[in-house]
């Protein structure tokens, strides 16, 4: 168990182009979440998927953000035409479903995006 | 829906000191509750949860909170600071059984001076 793995740490672009972002979940685990953060702001639910579908998205999520967690195992959020209010930290976390008892989210270190 | 309120942005303490951080919840449903830590850079991790069980709730690295119902509250506690508590808290909320997505309030940042 590595835990849950985001790629890049960092990412620099300018405004207009397009970014992606990669998350490894813990391999048992099914559900896998995307969140984002703005300085001072704590966490913010964008979508989930359980195994390889996506069950909700968040308003936040406009059509510039798409989502994908192809055979359940990885995802990726890929950002359209960056805007500078897309700057933030953009955080993947993954659960084991159960039947009773809470759903603890394990949290990745986090990718920061930066548009210029 | 659900909602978190944490009061106080950021929290002093002298190392060695009584540690209080504060929030309150929101929900329609009975809630499950959180407090997650962050460290600069890293991903947040799990201090502790309360399901419904006992309200007291035992965390890691001597945390701990209670669940006061009546209050709206889960606040957190430690009884004496040590330099490696400084980091951001955020209290979160979700709603008991289809647990799925956390409301997080906006953190706490907790600095401990020597």
């Known amino acids: 168990d590595t835990g849950v793995s985001q790629n890049p740490r960092h990412k620099i672009t300018k405004r207009g182009q397009n970014v992606t972002f990669r998350c490894d979940p813990i391999s048992e685990h099914n559900r896998l979440y995307w969140y984002r953060q703005t300085l001072g702001q704590g966490p913010e639910f964008l979508t989930y998927f359980q195994n390889e579908a996506q069950l909700e998205k968040s308003r936040l999520l406009s059509d510039r953000f798409s989502a994908e967690r192809p055979k359940g195992s990885f995802s990726t959020l890929e950002i359209q035409r960056t805007e500078q209010g897309d700057s933030a930290m953009y955080l993947c976390a993954s659960s084991l479903e159960r039947n009773s008892g809470a759903n603890v989210l394990t949290f990745g270190a986090g990718s920061r995006l930066t548009v210029l | 829906a659900q909602s978190v309120t944490q009061l106080g942005s950021h929290v002093s303490v002298s190392e060695g000191a009584l540690v209080l951080l504060r929030c309150n919840y929101s929900s329609s449903v009975p809630p499950y509750l959180f407090w997650y830590v962050q460290y600069p850079n890293q991903g947040l991790q799990l201090l502790l949860k309360y399901t419904s069980a006992a309200t007291l709730v035992k965390g890691i690295n001597g945390f701990e909170a209670e669940f006061k119902k009546s209050e709206t509250s889960f606040h957190l506690t430690k009884p004496s600071a040590h330099m490696s508590d400084a980091a951001e808290y955020f209290c979160?909320?979700?709603?008991?059984?289809?647990?799925?997505?956390?409301?997080f309030g906006k953190g706490t940042l907790l600095t401990v001076n020597p």
């Open positions: 979160a909320v979700s709603p008991g059984g289809s647990n799925y997505k956390l409301t």
